[in-house]
């Protein structure tokens, strides 16, 4: 085996590496025994070997999954039971409507029923610093109300410190809502300056969603923002939308201490409204 | 798969896989995002994925990630908006850990990955080529390339010193 000044080191990384054989590994020691620059060389070719060095993944125990038989196998007796208790009110109502109703033979008046208000379905408790924030945002298609297609929204006040627990559950629509939180607002805030009043409101636009700051208009401040920034919004937001009709998120500044920073997020879909506070470690 | 084996991969794999996005992205929260989105694909292909291979499905799908992460950083190079969790390396010297560490964060994208793969996962050539879709004497190469480089790297040290 010829040794040159170009090939030396790929014979030590062959050797290193294991892929020659006993042979051939055998001379490639020998000749490194015999010249001090190779073994300095060999010692450097060693050191190059990443060593072992564990790191934990602190968000293991929410990948977990139960182990306890699937809820699936049930389903099967649900839909008979679902079928009985059908067959039970239609025979019962039958039994109800062939009645003879005593009660028309008298002479009683009757009576108006009573009607209550619609209750109103959606509240958005937005804090005083986002709503008093002078916002020309553009009106989406409908009011919170009636984008909830009758379903009742679910309104969650919450403090969620950032960085602390873990939150990764797509079965839970609380748990979507703090991974939004968790990982739609770093991506708002990180590009703001710290020290000017911040709000931030990301919102359907043209099909997308889209951002805009402060109190000015927000298409403009859409074209004129930072593109980068938005997009990285757009991406979380694309991660994490998909179980919520028409979005709304406002960011603003909350408060901030030695050690963090606060921001009130005020999220508004059809399916689900909160203000939550955030903290950011500073 | 059932969940008890998944679970079972959650324990013996999440921490590897962590380690491995972390060291490239040298940005935990994206890391995080990263390992997660793995096991909840993993969770829905459970009934289609071998079970002897899930590992390397792991890897597979943390890299291709990873690397859309890195690919879309590239496209964003605005100076303004360095996340705020990336990591910042100490330039004073330490040992030959924090060292290596450094020029490691220095080497190409391409030969980081493999060498980490190579090294701290104990993966073959082959098995490497099958998760970052480069042919097997293209591993090599860029192992080869990589450790050259940390030569280099541990040499100039040695000088300086």
Same mark, same amino acid.
């Given at each position: 085996?010829?040794?040159?000044?170009?090939?030396?080191?790929?014979?030590?990384?062959?050797?290193?590496?294991?892929?020659?054989?006993?042979?051939?590994?055998?001379?490639?020691?020998?000749?490194?025994?015999?010249?001090?620059?190779?073994?300095?060389?060999?010692?450097?070719?060693?050191?190059?070997?990443?060593?072992?060095?564990?790191?934990?993944?602190?968000?293991?125990?929410?990948?977990?999954?139960?182990?306890?038989?699937?809820?699936?196998?049930?389903?099967?007796?649900?839909?008979?039971?679902?079928?009985?208790?059908?067959?039970?009110?239609?025979?019962?109502?039958?039994?109800?409507?062939?009645?003879?109703?005593?009660?028309?033979?008298?002479?009683?008046?009757?009576?108006?029923?009573?009607?209550?208000?619609?209750?109103?379905?959606?509240?958005?408790?937005?804090?005083?610093?986002?709503?008093?924030?002078?916002?020309?945002?553009?009106?989406?298609?409908?009011?919170?109300?009636?984008?909830?297609?009758?379903?009742?929204?679910?309104?969650?006040?919450?403090?969620?410190?950032?960085?602390?627990?873990?939150?990764?559950?797509?079965?839970?629509?609380?748990?979507?809502?703090?991974?939004?939180?968790?990982?739609?607002?770093?991506?708002?805030?990180?590009?703001?300056?710290?020290?000017?009043?911040?709000?931030?409101?990301?919102?359907?636009?043209?099909?997308?969603?889209?951002?805009?700051?402060?109190?000015?208009?927000?298409?403009?401040?859409?074209?004129?923002?930072?593109?980068?920034?938005?997009?990285?919004?757009?991406?979380?937001?694309?991660?994490?939308?998909?179980?919520?009709?028409?979005?709304?998120?406002?960011?603003?500044?909350?408060?901030?201490?030695?050690?963090?920073?606060?921001?009130?997020?005020?999220?508004?879909?059809?399916?689900?409204?909160?203000?939550?506070?955030?903290?950011?470690?500073? | 798969?059932?969940?008890?084996?998944?679970?079972?991969?959650?324990?013996?794999?999440?921490?590897?896989?962590?380690?491995?996005?972390?060291?490239?992205?040298?940005?935990?929260?994206?890391? =995080?995002?990263?390992?997660?989105?793995?096991?909840?694909? *993993?969770? $829905?292909? /459970?009934?289609?994925?071998?079970? @002897? +291979? %899930?590992?390397?499905?792991?890897?597979?799908?943390?890299?291709?990630?990873?690397?859309?992460?890195?690919?879309?950083?590239?496209?964003?190079?605005?100076?303004?908006?360095?996340?705020?969790?990336?990591?910042?390396?100490?330039? =004073?010297?330490?040992?030959?850990?924090?060292?290596?560490? *450094?020029? $490691?964060? /220095?080497?190409?994208?391409?030969? @980081? +990955? %493999?060498?980490?793969?190579?090294?701290?996962?104990?993966?073959?050539?082959?098995?490497?080529?099958?998760?970052?879709?480069?042919?097997?004497?293209?591993?090599?190469?860029?192992?080869?390339?990589?450790?050259?480089?940390?030569?280099?790297?541990?040499?100039?040290?040695?000088?300086?010193?």
């Amino acid at each position: 085996m010829k040794w040159t000044s170009e090939n030396y080191e790929f014979l030590l990384f062959e050797l290193l590496e294991g892929n020659l054989d006993a042979e051939k590994a055998e001379e490639v020691r020998r000749e490194i025994e015999k010249d001090a620059f190779l073994q300095e060389e060999w010692k450097l070719m060693q050191q190059t070997v990443l060593q072992d060095e564990p790191v934990s993944f602190r968000n293991k125990k929410a990948l977990l999954k139960p182990e306890g038989p699937r809820l699936i196998a049930f389903m099967p007796l649900v839909k008979y039971a679902a079928a009985a208790v059908l067959v039970v009110s239609v025979w019962a109502g039958l039994q109800f409507y062939n009645a003879p109703d005593k009660d028309l033979a008298s002479d009683r008046p009757v009576e108006q029923p009573v009607v209550k208000p619609m209750e109103k379905k959606m509240q958005v408790p937005v804090s005083d610093d986002v709503a008093g924030m002078d916002y020309k945002t553009p009106e989406p298609a409908g009011t919170a109300d009636n984008h909830n297609d009758g379903k009742s929204a679910k309104v969650v006040q919450a403090e969620v410190v950032l960085s602390s627990e873990p939150i990764k559950n797509n079965n839970n629509i609380d748990n979507i809502y703090k991974e939004f939180v968790r990982a739609v607002s770093p991506r708002a805030i990180s590009g703001i300056s710290g020290t000017q009043p911040v709000a931030v409101e990301i919102a359907p636009l043209n099909g997308e969603m889209a951002m805009a700051v402060n109190h000015t208009d927000p298409v403009a401040e859409i074209d004129n923002y930072n593109g980068s920034l938005r997009e990285r919004i757009n991406q979380g937001v694309a991660d994490l939308m998909g179980p919520f009709s028409n979005p709304k998120v406002r960011i603003s500044r909350a408060g901030e201490a030695e050690s963090k920073l606060a921001f009130n997020i005020a999220f508004t879909s059809a399916e689900y409204t909160s203000n939550t506070v955030v903290q950011f470690k500073k | 798969m059932t969940p008890k084996k998944y679970n079972q991969c959650v324990n013996d794999y999440s921490d590897a896989l962590f380690r491995f996005v972390v060291k490239n992205l040298k940005d935990e929260f994206e890391a =995080e995002n990263i390992v997660q989105n793995t096991f909840e694909k *993993l969770w $829905v292909r /459970r009934d289609s994925v071998d079970e @002897r +291979t %899930v590992k390397s499905f792991l890897f597979k799908v943390a890299y291709n990630n990873m690397i859309d992460v890195i690919r879309k950083r590239k496209q964003i190079v605005n100076l303004e908006d360095v996340p705020e969790n990336v990591r910042e390396y100490s330039t =004073e010297y330490t040992g030959i850990k924090e060292q290596i560490d *450094l020029a $490691v964060a /220095r080497l190409p994208e391409n030969q @980081r +990955t %493999v060498v980490m793969l190579r090294d701290y996962e104990g993966y073959d050539y082959r098995a490497i080529g099958e998760i970052t879709g480069m042919t097997e004497s293209q591993v090599k190469i860029n192992i080869f390339r990589a450790r050259k480089f940390l030569k280099s790297y541990l040499s100039r040290l040695e000088v300086l010193l």
